[in-house]
């Protein structure tokens, strides 16, 4: 889905359609790889424990 409509911004809806959405590419990449820094830096066994002391 695009993050513009294009009754409501036909200019944006012009640099969509030659550019890319490009602030929803940007979310997506950021999606991905904040999933891929969590899997990474997985702490969950460091605070389980932390919570046995």
Do not use: H, K, N, W
């Amino acid at each position: 889905m695009s993050s513009a409509d294009t009754s409501d911004a036909p200019i944006y809806a012009g640099l969509v359609e030659e550019q890319g959405d490009v602030p929803a590419e940007v979310r997506r990449i950021a999606e991905e790889t904040l999933l891929e820094v969590e899997s990474a830096l997985d702490f969950s066994a460091v605070r389980a424990s932390a919570g046995m002391r």
